[in-house]
């Protein structure tokens, strides 16, 4: 692993993640991290588009492999306390599709 225990992507681009709160998303993790003292342990980034697109905002926890859709500001707390700080995915959020892009639909 590297110098960090998680590392979290949240999309913050592509067309539909930025008008879905995707930038609320990452402030709400990224100071959230911060504030629970997770510096050093946790890094929280803005991602590139996750080729998901109508299924966000997207976050993906690394080395668990694990991605959320559709979060919100609620749904980010959650992920920072149940699965950052106490190691508990929240099944409410996972995001399970097969491999690949699976834009929704315009």
Known sequence: MGQYERHVF???????????????VFATLKKGAAAAG???IVRVN?????GQCG????????PEAVWYSHVDVPGAERILHDHLIGGQ???D??????????KLPK
């Open 10 to 24: 949240v999309c913050t681009s592509g067309s539909t993640c930025p008008g879905q709160g995707g930038d609320l």
């Open 38 to 40: 997770l510096h050093g």
């Open 46 to 50: 803005h991602s590139g588009c996750m």
């Open 55 to 62: 299924n966000g905002p997207m976050v993906a926890v690394y």
């Open 89 to 91: 995915i929240v099944e």
């Open 93 to 102: 959020y996972r995001y399970v599709a097969s491999p690949g892009d699976n």
